[in-house]
């Protein structure tokens, strides 16, 4: 069946550095969709993607949507400590949403 | 002040008792979904609906069972059926029916521990 892997599955960067977490598909997406749960809390959605190849900015973040609508990626730039938390891309099946196992991102002050 | 509520936010339950999430929603929203969280895993769809009176079994829907008499409430039941209960249980709702297409929002969660 459709899986949507994610990684790395943690990562811990010193204030400022870049941080990027991948995400990829065994399937060709419609879309793709990424949430962040900060620690203790729920998952709160970010941004959603559809088109191939298609790039989009929030701020210090960056999402791209690979160019066969497999593949997904979040750029973080400067991270700072309030962009802790864990990272998951979601694509859909049907009705429902795969999610990936997440990334969690720590950050050093 | 729109959202979606579940309670209560931490649940203990001795082994052997079924027990009674609760989610609501004033969004309007058609669709409702329940998750399970494990450390590791991400989220892992056990019920959804699309619409009242409807719902169907997600990838881990054993030992678990829901209902949807009203738009707005979707209550899942951790039955003693379920092997490996003790998890943080995450209820969503969508806009309508493709799922899929549009953004999910998530309740607070609830943190059942099953001693």
């Known amino acids: 069946g459709q899986q949507v892997m994610q990684i790395p599955q943690y990562q811990h960067v010193q204030e400022g550095e870049d941080f990027t977490t991948y995400c990829n598909s065994s399937t060709t997406l419609s879309n793709i969709q990424w949430y962040k749960q900060r620690p203790g809390g729920h998952p709160v959605f970010l941004i959603q993607?559809?088109?191939?190849?298609e790039v989009k900015k929030q701020k210090r973040l960056t999402f791209q949507f690979g160019e066969a609508k497999k593949n997904s990626s979040l750029h973080i730039t400067a991270t700072q400590t309030t962009d802790v938390g864990t990272y998951f891309c979601a694509g859909p099946k049907g009705n429902k949403l795969v999610f990936g196992a997440g990334t969690i991102l720590r950050v050093k002050s | 002040d729109g959202g979606i509520t579940q309670s209560p936010k931490y649940l203990f339950r001795k082994e052997g008792q079924n027990v009674t999430l609760s989610c609501e929603q004033n969004?309007?929203?058609?669709?409702m979904y329940w998750y399970r969280q494990d450390p590791g895993q991400g989220l892992r769809l056990i019920y959804y609906s699309q619409i009242v009176n409807d719902f169907q079994k997600g990838d881990i829907a054993e030992g678990y069972s829901v209902s949807r008499e009203k738009k707005e409430s979707f209550p899942l039941t951790v039955t003693s059926a379920q092997k490996n209960p003790t998890a943080f249980y995450l209820c969503a709702s969508s806009i309508d029916t493709g799922g899929s297409t549009n953004e999910q929002f998530f309740g607070p969660g609830t943190r059942l521990t099953v001693l």
């Open positions: 969004l309007n929203h058609d669709a």
């Open positions: 993607l559809v088109k191939s190849g």
